[in-house]
């Protein structure tokens, strides 16, 4: 069956280093990619979009990659600061396209 | 503020009761996506609206169902509700039907007793 896989442990950083996060999915072959943020009792926030031909995507301090042979996607924000401590969602789309398949998600620690 | 709305932000409800949850999209946006999190299941996909038909079925139980009005807000409809039903509801908006790029609501959080 389809699974989207991220670590669930928390990541711990000190601030102004590069966090790492890393998406692995199965049994998927999509055509894009998405990443969420989302901090306690709100709603995830739309951070980057990648497409299956695209390697690298950047905004701003952050960067995504895509992974179509390794079924990877890594997220990375440089430069980290305590206001991104949030979870991290990555996000697949099944069946048809239409329906939007949310991984776990990771927390992220940033500490001053 | 992602422009989506939802009413109300918290509902306390009985078991066996019946529950509707309103989202407006954002402005220009013709997809209505409706969530359900909650802390064992993480964020599960419900269903989906474009301009007033549905285009996409998650897991969503026989006992929910939802439509989207031509001024393409949407409700979300909760029956015969259980403690398990108990998690934040979210709807988000795109403006095309492809499911990416969505822009969600800060939720309802239904507690059933």
């Known amino acids: 069956s389809q699974k989207i896989e991220q670590n669930s442990e928390a990541l711990n950083i000190q601030e102004g280093k590069t966090a790492t996060l890393t998406c692995n999915y199965t049994?998927?072959?999509?055509?894009?990619l998405q990443w969420y943020r989302q901090d306690p009792g709100r709603g995830p926030v739309f951070l980057l979009l990648?497409?299956?031909?695209?390697k690298e995507k950047r905004k701003e301090r952050l960067k995504v990659t895509f992974d179509t042979t390794l079924k990877q996607s890594l997220f990375h924000i440089t430069a980290s600061q305590p206001a991104d401590s949030a979870t991290y969602l990555c996000?697949?789309?099944?069946?048809?396209?239409?329906?939007?398949?949310f991984g776990a998600g990771t927390r992220l620690a940033v500490h001053p | 503020d992602s422009g989506v709305t939802q009413t109300p932000k918290h509902l306390i409800t009985a078991t066996g009761q019946r529950v509707t949850l309103r989202c407006s999209p954002r402005?220009?946006?013709?997809?209505v996506y409706w969530y359900q999190q909650s802390l064992d299941q993480g964020l599960q996909f419900l269903i989906q609206?474009?301009?007033?038909?549905?285009?996409a079925k998650g897991n969503i139980l026989e006992r929910f169902s939802a439509q989207q009005f031509p001024d393409l807000h949407s409700e979300l409809n909760l029956s015969s509700l259980e403690l398990g039903d108990s998690a934040l509801y979210f709807c988000?908006?795109?403006?095309?039907?492809?499911?990416?790029?969505?822009?969600f609501g800060p939720g309802t959080r239904l507690t059933v007793t």
């Open positions: 988000a908006s795109s403006v095309g039907q492809g499911g990416y790029e969505q822009y």
């Open positions: 049994n998927y072959s999509p055509a894009y």
């Open positions: 990648i497409r299956e031909n695209e």
């Open positions: 996000a697949l789309l099944s069946g048809g396209y239409n329906k939007l398949i």
């Open positions: 402005s220009g946006d013709l997809s």
């Open positions: 609206y474009y301009n007033g038909e549905e285009r």
